[in-house]
């Protein structure tokens, strides 16, 4: 590790703490209930939470709140920013695009990939991010069933279960597996252009635990056109760039600013050497 890597890693190292330890209780809920799960309540046609999702978000927060009592917090299921100290601001925010960058801001997805975890299938992680400054600094995305956990500081590189790893950018785009998330209508012709020009695609069902998987190179390309909310994006984004890819909107613009609604977000995360030529295969 570099003496930059070190000491970006020093600087944060209590909010790193905080969030594997918040992380790992939450996935030990989570492996507990596998398979056993009491009551699954449908959000949408398409989307569930399940007791498992409120049981991990109340004990992330917690663990954190308990750390660090001024921090606000964005979370998928209470959806909602604020400070638990008495003397800090404690109204709830419903809307993302109206949370204050000028706060450290922990942005929470307690149990992603929850339609897996419902129908028994064990990929889905818990994905925690500490923003500051408008920008995630420190995150972690945890797979609960395999133990394995990714952390990132920001300029600190990349980690899996504490060995540094990064994205080995294979010199052909043509050698690629890449996860690839498009829009069903109007796409097929640019579906078909992925599938020319990469060795496959595949769709795994967690989003942020997948974007992860691109900082180590076991995806070598991440990309979802759009459907994506702060929460999916703000731990693995961060861990992606850390282990050496590009990562943009699919315009090639700036992949995270808190304003951005739910459900808008698309991402690409790629090797340099091949960004360019993935968005100009999504135009």
């Given amino acids: 590790m570099s003496a930059r890597s070190a000491s970006a890693r020093s600087t944060w190292a209590r909010e790193l703490a905080v969030a594997t330890e918040a992380a790992r209780a939450a996935g030990r809920i989570q492996v507990e209930r596998l398979g056993r799960l009491e009551r699954i309540v449908y959000k949408s046609a398409k989307d569930v939470v399940t007791e498992a999702d409120h049981l991990s978000e109340e004990t992330i927060l917690a663990t954190i709140r ?20 008495p003397d800090a601001p404690t109204e ?12 450290r801001i922990w942005i929470i997805d307690p149990l992603d990939g929850t339609v897996n975890y419902a129908n028994g299938i064990p990929f889905f992680c818990v994905s925690i991010a500490l923003v500051v400054g408008g920008r995630p600094t420190v995150g972690v995305v945890l797979d609960p069933v395999r133990g394995e956990l990714y952390d990132a500081v920001v300029g600190g590189g990349v980690h899996r279960d504490g060995q540094p790893v990064a994205n080995p950018a294979k010199e052909r785009l043509e050698d690629a597996v890449v996860h690839l998330a498009l829009p069903k209508r109007g796409f097929a012709a640019r579906e078909g252009g992925f599938a020319r020009a990469v060795r496959v695609t595949r769709v795994l069902g967690s989003a942020a635990l997948a974007l992860a998987y691109s900082a180590d190179g076991r995806f070598d390309a991440y990309v979802q056109y759009r459907g994506l909310s702060l929460w999916d994006v703000a731990a693995a984004g961060l861990i992606a ?3 050496g890819l590009r990562v943009t909107d699919v ?3 700036p992949w995270f600013t808190l304003a951005m609604a739910s459900r808008s977000i698309g991402i690409v995360a790629a090797p340099p050497a091949h960004h360019e030529r993935i968005l100009g295969l999504l135009r």
């Fill in 251 to 253: 315009d090639g613009g």
């Fill in 241 to 243: 760039e850390e282990g």
């Fill in 92 to 103: 709830g925010r419903a809307a993302s695009g109206t949370v204050d960058p000028g706060h």
């Fill in 66 to 85: 308990a750390a660090f009592p001024g921090d606000h917090f964005l979370a998928e299921e209470s959806g909602h920013s604020q400070a638990a100290h």
